[in-house]
């Protein structure tokens, strides 16, 4: 069965950095699309970077040059994120698709990804 668990969550100060893992098990595909998205109250599910199979990323603008978004051999997903803000609070999820391990130069959106994990939450302060 497919399994996707998120850790690393936490509270923080504005200017903080937190490392967001996404241990993920029984993946169907060889090659995938992994992605972090985020979601405030209140607010549609934000897709906040993602990586291919090739190690491509492609970043929201609002996280650019603060998160980074990598992988490991055995699929698991990570997230660095840097220089925190209050707009950054939020839940943040993993999340899978294959496609041959494309992700495309557009924002698939959510309805897109087949496999998601549970969430881990973020709350900056300031």
């Known amino acids: 069965q497919v399994h996707l668990m998120e850790s690393g969550g936490g509270s923080v100060q504005s200017g903080g950095s937190l490392r967001l893992s996404c241990e993920i098990s029984?993946?169907?595909?060889?090659?995938?699309?992994g992605a972090w998205f985020r979601q405030a109250p209140e607010k549609d599910r934000e897709e906040v970077a993602t990586?291919?199979?090739?190690?491509?990323t492609k970043y929201t603008n609002s996280v650019k040059g603060r998160f980074t978004i990598s992988k490991d051999s055995t699929k698991n997903l990570y997230l660095q994120m840097n220089s925190l803000k209050p707009d950054d609070t939020a839940m943040y999820y993993c999340?899978?698709?294959?496609?041959?391990?494309?992700?495309?130069?557009?924002?698939?959106?959510?309805?897109?990804?087949?496999?998601w994990g549970q969430g881990t939450q973020v709350t900056v302060s300031t």
């Open positions: 990586i291919d199979s090739d190690g491509n």
């Open positions: 999340a899978a698709t294959g496609d041959n391990g494309y992700c495309g130069p557009s924002w698939r959106g959510p309805q897109k990804y087949n496999y």
């Open positions: 029984a993946l169907p595909y060889t090659s995938f699309c």
